[in-house]
């Protein structure tokens, strides 16, 4: 299979970026080897709340872990849109530019069991593959029916990776127990958040005064 026009990524708020995010991109650069992880963060996400650092802050912050990883790499486009960020506008905008790109989806299990309340899920999955892995600390999260009965179930990677789309793994692989809330709680109360997230991006949350007042 040609890796070149695969394109792998992990879209999220990344309200800060943490090592449980680069853990789990690092484990999927393992599971598809040479394939390039793209990081793209939301501005606007639909389905949670407004984050309360901005797209740019959020961004440069990401720009900060993975400098030096040359696997890892982001696509800002969702930033340079206009209104909520959609992934399926995402994923129509990267076939245009490459119609033979095929695109896997990153995502945590509590991710995916929301992943029918996605604008235009259905055409969504017409046109990428995902990844589901299972977020650790959390409560088992089951997708809905109608998602389960429209993607084909493959058993590995390999697997999934022989259908340009439409197709869902669920790897199990050791994660991080870290989230983006616990990490905004402890800073909000001043408490230490080291090793749950690089040194260049605690550095940069403190230079900015970020994440320590309420709203
Ligand atoms: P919060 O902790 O506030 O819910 P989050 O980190 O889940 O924030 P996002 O930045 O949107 O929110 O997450 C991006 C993606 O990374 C999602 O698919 C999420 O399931 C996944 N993810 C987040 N943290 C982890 C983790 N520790 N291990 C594995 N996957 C994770």
Not at 196 to 207: D, G, H, R, T, W
């Amino acid at each position: 299979m040609n890796q070149n026009k695969l394109k792998v990524i992990l879209g999220g708020t990344f309200d800060p970026i943490h090592y449980g995010h680069l853990r789990l991109a690092e484990n999927l650069h393992n599971l598809i080897p040479k394939a390039q992880i793209t990081f793209m963060p939301s501005a606007t996400p639909p389905h949670r709340e407004t984050p309360s650092v901005s797209a740019r802050q959020r961004s440069e912050m990401l720009e900060l872990a993975i400098k030096g990883i040359e696997h890892f790499n982001l696509d800002t486009r969702e930033l340079q849109r206009q209104g909520e960020s959609y992934s399926l506008l995402s994923v129509n905008e990267i076939k245009k530019e490459n119609p033979d790109t095929r695109i896997i989806w990153i995502m945590g299990d509590d991710a995916y069991a929301k992943l029918h309340t996605w604008f235009g899920w259905q055409e969504l999955v017409e046109k990428v593959s995902f990844v589901v892995v299972a977020r650790p600390g959390a409560l088992q999260s089951e997708p809905a029916k109608a998602v389960v009965n429209t993607l084909s179930q493959c058993c590995s990677i390999e697997e999934l990776l022989t259908f340009s789309s439409g197709a869902v793994f669920r790897h199990i692989c050791p994660l991080l127990e870290i989230s983006a809330s616990n990490i905004r709680e402890l800073l909000m109360r001043n408490l230490s958040c080291r090793f749950l997230l690089p040194e260049s991006v605690l550095n940069y949350i403190k230079q900015n005064d970020l994440y320590s007042h309420k709203g």
